[in-house]
């Protein structure tokens, strides 16, 4: 997976470096895992461009391996446990990653840990710093493909996050291409239909979620409906990828829902079963789908492992879709004022 190059060699000065990586919200969800973190079916997802994790790496060259994390000003013990066992395990494989003391210092535009795949832009995030490390040990260019592969071991969906638009991980015959080792960018083939589509993300509640989604996948395994899921998961990857690529809206937001509440219906038939939506996340499916059906404003939802509502619709409807969520959802957020006006970045 990793060069021969990145496996030698030697931190000798202090290396510090700077980077920022997006968060993704996926169409067709990855959910159960095969393998080294490779996932038991394809996924394909948007990559948004506010929601973002800015990280500081900083490095000191030392005989053992130790970490101090900050996160939003604070030292975060939680983390930095999660992400000094994850530097371990890489140091197995590429050693020089095991001789350096470690000041991470990371925040984000948005709630961590309340399901808006914070761990895919904080991983993504971690990944870059990481990957620049390594090439400034090994002398060598940091690959996109193996910066991919050590985001994909830190979060799985964070392997997504390296490449603006439509993205898609997941071997599939679909994809010419696809791999379950990296993801690709496929916002070429997709229809200009969904080009500067829009995310707005509505926080119903920014608290820590109680179940992580790595434990979530982890019941995968032995989910009595694994098996019809993930051919679920492939029927949903060909209707997406036949909507995304003809430029059907309709088709495309009835496939995310379906497959949001596929997520969420296989958290609470694991065992133990667990909730993650809360009462507001269901007002607003059924807010969503009640004005979607009086004004034919194509504005579907998808959610992903947390209680936050992602509503994804073509730029065209901004000005439509804002003033319904300001008279309509605005008060089952957070506060009355939990929404992020997301989405994809223009393409140059
Ligand atoms: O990237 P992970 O391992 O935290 O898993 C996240 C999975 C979902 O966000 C629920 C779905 C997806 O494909 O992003």
């Not at 053992?64 to 000003?73: I, N, P, T, V």
């Not at 914070?118 to 090994?138: D, P, R, V, Y």
Request: charged share 15%; aromatic share 8%.
């Amino acid at each position: 997976m990793f060069s021969d190059a990145w496996k030698t060699g030697r931190l000798h000065a202090e290396f510090q470096t700077e980077t920022t990586a997006p968060a993704n919200i996926a169409w067709v969800k990855y959910w159960g895992k095969k393998g080294p973190q490779l996932p038991a079916n394809p996924s394909l997802s948007l990559t948004l461009t506010e929601s973002r994790t800015h990280t500081i790496l900083q490095a000191t060259p030392a005989s053992d391996l130790k970490l101090e994390l900050w996160f939003q000003g604070q030292r975060e013990e939680k983390f930095e446990k999660k992400t000094l066992a994850f530097l371990a395990s890489l140091a197995a494989e590429l050693p020089s990653l095991g001789h350096a003391h470690y000041k991470i210092t990371s925040r984000n535009t948005f709630p961590h840990s309340s399901g808006i795949a914070s761990s895919a832009s904080s991983q993504a995030a971690l990944a870059l710093a990481l990957g620049e490390l390594l090439a400034h040990i090994s002398g060598t260019f940091a690959d996109i493909n193996a910066v991919g592969s050590l985001a994909r071991l830190g979060s799985g969906s964070a392997c997504r996050s390296f490449f603006p638009g439509f993205v898609t991980w997941g071997e599939t015959s679909l994809i010419q291409g696809s791999s379950d080792l990296h993801a690709m960018d496929v916002t070429p083939q997709v229809h200009a239909n969904f080009h500067g589509a829009k995310d707005c993300i509505l926080i119903v509640s920014s608290k820590e979620k109680t179940v992580s989604s790595r434990a979530g996948h982890g019941q995968m395994s032995a989910h009595p409906y694994a098996h019809a899921r993930f051919a679920q998961a492939n029927l949903h990857m060909s209707e997406m990828w036949h909507a995304l690529t003809t430029g059907d809206w309709q088709k495309a937001g009835n496939v995310m829902e379906a497959d949001a509440l596929s997520l969420h219906a296989l958290m609470m038939t694991s065992r133990p079963g667990f909730v993650l939506l809360e009462p507001g996340s269901l007002e607003i499916m059924r807010l969503v789908r009640l004005f979607r059906e009086e004004s034919q404003v194509p504005v579907y939802f998808t959610i992903d492992a947390g209680p936050n509502m992602h509503l994804i619709y073509p730029h065209e409807a901004h000005a439509k879709v804002e003033a319904f969520v300001r008279h309509e959802l605005l008060r089952l957020t957070e506060n009355g004022s939990g929404v992020i006006w997301d989405g994809m970045g223009t393409l140059t």
